[in-house]
């Protein structure tokens, strides 16, 4: 049984540059949530996907853009990237409704030069 | 003010100690709760859900006060393998995401 495998590992961009994040959900889930997480803090919320649709955005800005296939993988792209967007990016599956646990990927480390 | 609040820490306590963290949260419609443990340079795995009666799960006890808008975390007989960061989760019922708590360090010491 598959869990969350998120890609690339590591990531190393410049100011300015454009970048993709991918996710496959745990066998079975259907919503993917995104995160950042910044060195010593607890995971941001950037935005959910459910049925291929954005159902919920945090407070981040436009240049954070989702997608979720038909098979209910997901991408996040972050287009002009700024120092402050280095991060440990994470993936978070879960099956349908409210109130069901996460779980999440290894994470995509981001470092923006 | 932060929709979850921890202490961050660190604890460092001895094998075998009992230590308990506390969170607190700003939404009182918030509907779902969990604890998330989080190795060094890892992803936040779920240690447990935390349900309205409290709940255990072997020696990590969770329970939850909605009066005063708390939830805490128990643990007892500590091992060496417990040493990573807690991570304390709210899910309001106004929306699908998780607020995480900036996490709580515990380092079990020999």
């Known amino acids: 049984d598959a869990g969350v495998t998120q890609s690339p590992t590591h990531l190393i961009k410049t100011r300015g540059q454009q970048v993709t994040l991918r996710c496959s959900p745990k066998s079975g889930h259907d919503t993917v949530s995104w995160y950042q997480q910044a060195l010593g803090q607890g995971p941001q919320f950037i935005f959910q996907?459910?049925?291929?649709?954005?159902?919920q955005r945090g407070n981040f800005p436009d240049r954070f853009s989702g997608h979720q296939f038909p098979n209910y993988s997901s991408e996040l792209n972050v287009n002009a990237l700024l120092l402050g967007d280095s991060a440990l990016y994470l993936c978070a599956s879960s099956l349908g409704g409210k109130h069901q646990p996460q779980h999440f990927g290894d994470g995509t480390r981001l470092s923006i030069l | 003010r932060k929709e979850v609040e921890q202490d961050p820490g660190p604890f460092n306590v001895p094998e075998g100690a009992t230590v308990a963290f506390n969170c607190t949260y700003s939404n009182s419609a918030s509907q779902s709760f969990f604890w998330y443990r989080q190795d060094c340079r890892k992803e936040p795995k779920l240690l447990m859900s935390?349900?309205?009666s409290g709940n255990e799960d072997g020696r990590f006890t969770a329970q939850l006060n909605r009066a005063s808008q708390y939830i805490s975390l128990l643990i007892r007989d500590s091992k060496l393998s417990d040493s990573a960061t807690y991570l304390c989760?709210?899910?309001?019922?106004?929306?699908?995401?998780?607020?995480f708590g900036t996490g709580t360090s515990l380092t079990v010491i020999p």
């Open positions: 996907y459910y049925e291929e649709e954005e159902r």
């Open positions: 935390v349900y309205s």
């Open positions: 989760v709210v899910n309001p019922d106004t929306g699908n995401q998780f607020y």
